[in-house]
T-cell receptor, first 115, second 116 residues
Framework: DTGVSQDPRHKITKRGQNVTFRCDPISEHNRLYWYRQTLGQGPEFLTYFQNEAQLEKSRLLSDRFSAERPKGSFSTLEIQRTEQGDSAMYLC?????????????FGQGTRLTVV | AQSVTQLDSHVSVSEGTPVLLRCNYSSSYSPSLFWYVQHPNKGLQLLLKYTSAATLVKGINGFEAEFKKSETSFHLTKPSAHMSDAAEYFCVVSSGANFGNEKLTFGTGTRLTIIP
């Protein structure tokens, strides 16, 4: 297993365009998380899936953001009508959810720049 | 509600000297606590975790942390710094195990610089 994979690694887009990111978690991990990290800050929680069910969304996630995890495998995060404030590193993580404090494994992230 | 406060945004130590990165947490329930490290252009990596077992936790690369409930602290230490330890370190709390959801709440990070 090669770990959590995110694609693309970098994305530059014009304001107002839609973008979609993909995350492939570690095989058989039932939990998948999306986080956003801006310069000089720690990652902030965006949303969380248990298998294919989206169980929680942060208030940070406006209506322009949508995430899916069809069939409980890979996940996509779409941002519609991008704004300059959306520029950030978008991180995906997965865990097997077994026991207390199950380790979350992070991908290397997708860096979004909105110009 | 849960939160963490990393008391230093930047720490500089000389190679071979001890490292101390400070973290205080707030949680309504028994927390799980973690330290993650982020090297430039690399993904976040788990250093160690506390989940209500032994209060002194040993992690990778010689790091350890002590959970002190009375002080609501979870400071990260290492006896002797190495140049490869230079990175961003995040203290993280999760109370979600009580609810079957282990959402992680990150601190703002401490940048560790090692002086040759």
């Amino acid at each position: 297993d090669t770990g959590v994979s995110q694609d693309p690694r970098h994305k530059i887009t014009k304001r107002g365009q839609n973008v979609t990111f993909r995350c492939d978690p570690i095989s058989e991990h039932n939990r998948l998380y999306w986080y956003r990290q801006t310069l000089g800050q720690g990652p902030e929680f965006l949303t969380y899936f248990q298998n294919e069910a989206q169980l929680e969304k942060s208030r940070l996630l406006s209506d322009r953001f949508s995430a899916e995890r069809p069939k409980g495998s890979f996940s996509t995060l779409e941002i519609q009508r991008t704004e300059q404030g959306d520029s950030a590193m978008y991180l995906c993580a997965s865990s097997n959810g077994e026991g207390l404090g199950s380790e979350a494994f992070f991908g290397q992230g997708t860096r979004l720049t909105v110009v | 509600a849960q939160s963490v406060t990393q008391l230093d945004s930047h720490v500089s130590v000389s190679e071979g000297t001890p490292v101390l990165l400070r973290c205080n947490y707030s949680s309504s329930y028994s927390p799980s606590l973690f330290w993650y490290v982020q090297h430039p252009n690399k993904g976040l990596q788990l250093l160690l975790k506390y989940t209500s077992a032994a209060t002194l936790v040993k992690g990778i690369n010689g790091f350890e942390a002590e959970f002190k409930k009375s002080e609501t602290s979870f400071h990260l230490t290492k006896p002797s710094a190495h140049m490869s330890d230079a990175a961003e370190y995040f203290c993280v709390v999760s109370s979600g195990a009580n609810f079957g959801n282990e959402k992680l709440t990150f601190g703002t990070g401490t940048r560790l610089t090692i002086i040759p």
